[in-house]
């Protein structure tokens, strides 16, 4: 038994991280704009089918691909920042803006599916394959790859957020958007661009996920929101760090019911949803103001 | 009347009315509101007669579950301002308490169709553990723990034993014959729709429906004037699971197979609160409206393009225009468009009562 078990907590806490950086894009939006963003399942899909098309058909390595997927990713933030969240106004903003992120998911699944059919799709390198020994253990490369990823691109965006002018201002918008406007914030200007860089981070974890998941296709999306969702309410919402924890947590813990019964691991995390909320509404490292309505 | 007095009631006319819109938002017209719900139900009844074909009866009876469901959906979500993006598990639930129930009865011709109330018990019921849990929290939280109590129910159906898994359950063969046997079905759906929006106008009327709504203004304050909020919000939740459970029930019979991705289908929970914003949410006409619109559309446009994709892709841009452009819904937006034409109407009525500020 010890023989799985201990490859299933290095897996979950490699592929932990993957989901610890788009965790983090999701609560970062949330934090910023009072929103959760539930299309970031599909736009994590779409950054892993940019990585598959600049790989298959350009011979561009999936890694460095990312200097192009990166930046378009963010660019598409902005615009459906610009085109669906910003024109929401209004006493409903709350719930129109996820009802708005969810037409938002349904119409990317569509296109998806429209260009790429139903397949299931890998991405492949050289590195997906190979594998390297630890302690008498196996570890795919790729896992190792992905996480260092992770946790550089989660380090850059704590730089990002905790030495830099920029993200001064996106941590006043997160603890008071008045005071923070009044004070001569950019409110509009630094919620596009969080929004963006929110979205910014799906292109590597779609890379990520793609790499380190048996293959993807349109129908990935819900199956991530679904995890990303839990992961960031159990962190506690807006919350950076309790999103991290949750992340490698939980995806160790699904790693490891996994032995036993792959049908029902998923449904771990669900059950440790209800569970801990029943205890904690706020989540486990929430603030209570985020119960208040 | 002084000018400034006029000026003022031209003023009052012209301002949209505050709170929450009635039965649909339009200035209240008794006679008129009667005569169209009038116009509506005889439409509904003799629809099968003026197009007896099966395909015309089919859509028919999948717009009034949708009319059923959605209003159901509206007078938890819609009243009480939580939205739940759950109401699948309700539905599903209905679905598979029908069909395993009819399974190990051995249940076959028209007796299935007393498991209808074993439909609307099992949703009901399973509204009040999910709702104890859910309604301790709000707003974001709220809507992804139904998200979560959705992906839980799906996976159940897909792996539990006596669901069948992913093949499913068939439903006991009804011997009717082929030309009128979606009838029967249809006024079903019709009486559910009926019953369904009824209860949804009486709730509206009634203290009950005050509270809701007095809970989806400002919670913290009405739970300070006395509106027991828990068991409120709990006792909507379950009437409105009850409900989505039945029409579950029936879908089943009518449809003749339960699998795990049509009982339990994300776009089912979507579709629901796309009805109700689209005709007003909260509103007892709002919901009404959206499935009679956006049902019968959703399904030529699958029948006309074949291809889901291009459907789902139009579903969503109407989804977004219908959020962006009437946030509030076609009716209550027509409403306030309505009395602003009427006040313009009568200022050039009185051209000389009216000064020009």
């Known amino acids: ?293 | 009347m002084t000018p400034s007095a006029v000026r003022q009631a031209a003023a009052r006319a012209a301002r949209p009315r505050r709170g929450p819109p009635g039965f649909s938002g339009l200035p209240a017209r008794p006679l008129l509101i009667a005569a169209g719900v009038l116009a509506v139900v005889a439409a509904g009844v003799l629809f099968p007669v003026a197009f007896p074909s099966p395909v015309a009866t089919t859509y028919g009876f999948d717009t009034l579950i949708f009319v059923a469901c959605a209003s159901a959906w509206n007078l938890f979500s819609g009243y009480s301002g939580y939205l739940s993006l759950g109401h699948a598990v309700f539905f599903g639930s209905g679905v598979y308490a029908v069909a395993v129930g009819a399974q190990d009865w051995h249940l076959t011709g028209t007796g299935v169709f007393g498991l209808l109330p074993l439909a609307a018990a099992v949703g009901g019921g399973i509204a009040i553990p999910l709702g104890l849990v859910a309604l301790r929290v709000r707003r974001h939280t709220f809507v992804v723990i139904t998200i979560a109590f959705f992906f839980i129910f799906q996976l159940m159906a897909f792996n539990l034993a006596f669901t069948g898994g992913t093949s499913g359950l068939v439903a006991p063969i009804l011997n009717w014959s082929g030309a009128t046997y979606n009838n029967p079905f249809y006024y079903a759906a019709l009486l559910l729709a009926g019953a369904t929006v009824a209860v949804s106008w009486l709730i509206r009327r009634a203290r009950f429906g005050l509270h809701l709504r007095a809970i989806r203004d400002d919670e913290d304050r009405a739970r300070g004037l006395g509106v027991p909020a828990l068991r409120v919000k709990l006792a909507a939740f379950v009437v409105s699971g009850a409900i989505t459970g039945l029409a579950g029930g029936l879908w089943y019979y009518f449809i003749g197979a339960a699998a795990p991705q049509s009982a339990f289908d994300p776009l089912f929970d979507l579709s629901l609160a796309l009805m109700a914003f689209f005709g007003g949410l909260g509103t007892v006409a709002g919901p009404v409206l959206g499935a009679l619109v956006l049902e019968p559309a959703q399904q030529w446009l699958t029948a006309r393009f074949t291809s889901n994709y291009l459907s789902e892709i139009l579903l969503g841009v109407l989804f977004l225009v219908v959020i962006i452009f009437m946030p509030r819904g076609v009716l209550p937006t027509a409403s306030e468009r309505l009395a602003r034409w009427r006040a313009a109407w009568r200022r050039r009525r009185e051209p000389g009562a009216e000064t020009r500020p």
């Open chain 1, 1 to 293: 038994m010890a023989s799985q078990i201990y490859p299933a907590i290095a897996d979950g806490i490699l592929v932990g991280g993957v989901y610890a950086l788009m965790a983090v894009g999701l609560t970062l939006i949330f934090g910023v704009l009072d929103i959760i963003n539930v299309a970031q399942g599909i736009l994590v899909v779409i950054g892993g089918y940019l990585s598959y098309v600049l790989s298959v058909h350009l011979h561009i390595d999936l890694f460095l691909g990312l200097l192009i997927t990166v930046p378009v990713m963010f660019g598409l933030g902005l615009v459906i920042h610009t085109v669906v969240i910003r024109p929401l106004r209004g006493s409903e903003r709350t719930s129109m803006s996820l009802l708005a992120c969810f037409a938002v998911a349904i119409i990317g699944e569509g296109v998806l599916y429209a260009v790429f059919g139903a397949d299931v799709v890998t991405l492949h390198a050289s590195y997906t394959q190979s594998s390297f020994q630890i302690a008498g253990y196996y570890i795919t490369d790729i896992y190792l790859y992905c996480f260092l990823l992770a946790l550089a691109l989660v380090a850059v965006i704590y730089l990002l957020l905790y030495r830099t002018r920029f993200g001064r201002s996106v941590r006043a918008t997160m603890q008071d958007p008045v005071a923070a406007r009044l004070v001569g914030i950019n409110i509009n200007r630094v919620a596009a661009l969080t929004f963006g860089l929110g979205v910014a981070v799906t292109a590597a974890g779609g890379m990520a996920f793609g790499a380190t998941s048996g293959g993807f296709n349109p129908n990935s999306g819900y199956d991530l929101i679904s995890r990303l969702l839990a992961i960031v309410i159990l962190g506690g919402l807006g919350s950076i760090g309790g999103a991290l924890v949750a992340a490698v947590f939980m995806i160790t813990l699904e790693s490891v019911v996994d032995i036993w019964s792959p049908s029902w691991a998923v449904a771990v995390f669900y059950v440790a949803l209800v569970v801990v909320l029943t205890v904690r509404p706020a989540g486990l490292f929430g603030r209570a103001a985020v119960r208040a309505q």
